[in-house]
């Protein structure tokens, strides 16, 4: 489709190049193919068109494609145009992918799944941490925890420690493999942290839960650590749960 058949919501990006109006431009696509705005198997069509449409030079607009292009969301293919493709090829654990996701109202299924991955890869991860983690994993965490009390989840700075807090503990786990999750895993805890928060707070502190999931990895009691973290993993979904209803 053409972007001019959907200006709401289109960015004023002012014409250039650049980081800043690529990053622009692929946000405002991507949160159009995310929410279903534009729909898979239908085109991107006319360079020219849509990127007079949304202000910016060719370049900007075919480097913002590149991006929507590496990430899952359309194939280019000569004389074929730019198309969306099927939500089964997007990279839906990708940071900006999730970012699109939750800048409207984002599924429900999206939702349960990104809940349902947390909860399948975090208890595993926190077990495996109270076994192997060191003086840097439990300084990190503490830190971490300490400014999740100072800040609380209702600011940047108390979010920004949440995200450490889950990033330490994988990276406990002594598991490349877990750890490669850590960018993916951050992001889902942010965004329904934040989507917790529209228009009203948190159903209920959970920083005590987090303490309880340190807790067990700090003292080395791996069963422990797994039920902690999947009792976490658990009330956040239900106190998301609340809040959809």
Do not use: C
């Amino acid at each position: 489709m053409d972007i001019e058949d959907q200006d709401e919501g289109m960015p004023q990006t002012g014409r250039g190049t650049g980081r800043r109006l690529r990053g622009a431009v692929a946000h405002y696509l991507g949160t159009a193919i995310v929410s279903g705005a534009i729909q898979p198997g239908e085109r991107l069509t006319g360079e020219v068109d849509n990127s007079a449409a949304l202000n910016v030079s060719r370049s900007a607009y075919r480097e913002a494609v590149q991006v929507l292009t590496a990430k899952g969301l359309v194939e280019s293919r000569t004389k074929a145009g730019t198309r969306v493709l099927p939500r089964s090829r997007w990279n839906l654990l990708d940071p900006d992918v999730l970012a699109w996701a939750f800048s409207g109202e984002p599924d429900i299924g999206y939702v349960r799944d990104l809940f349902e991955l947390r909860a399948i890869v975090e208890p595993a991860a926190a077990r495996l941490a109270a076994e192997r983690r060191d003086k840097e994993d439990i300084r990190a965490m503490r830190d971490a925890l300490g400014r999740m009390r100072r800040h609380t989840l209702a600011t940047e700075a108390g979010r920004a420690a949440d995200r450490d807090f889950h990033d330490a503990v994988l990276r406990a786990s002594r598991n490349s493999v877990l750890i490669t999750l850590s960018a993916s895993i951050g992001a889902a805890v942010n965004w329904t942290t934040q989507f917790k928060q529209r228009g009203r707070a948190l159903p209920r502190d959970p920083v005590p839960d987090h303490v309880r999931v340190g807790d067990a990895i700090i003292a080395g009691d791996a069963a422990a650590s797994e039920a902690a973290m999947h009792a976490l993993v658990e009330l956040a979904l239900q106190d998301t749960r609340s809040v959809m209803a």
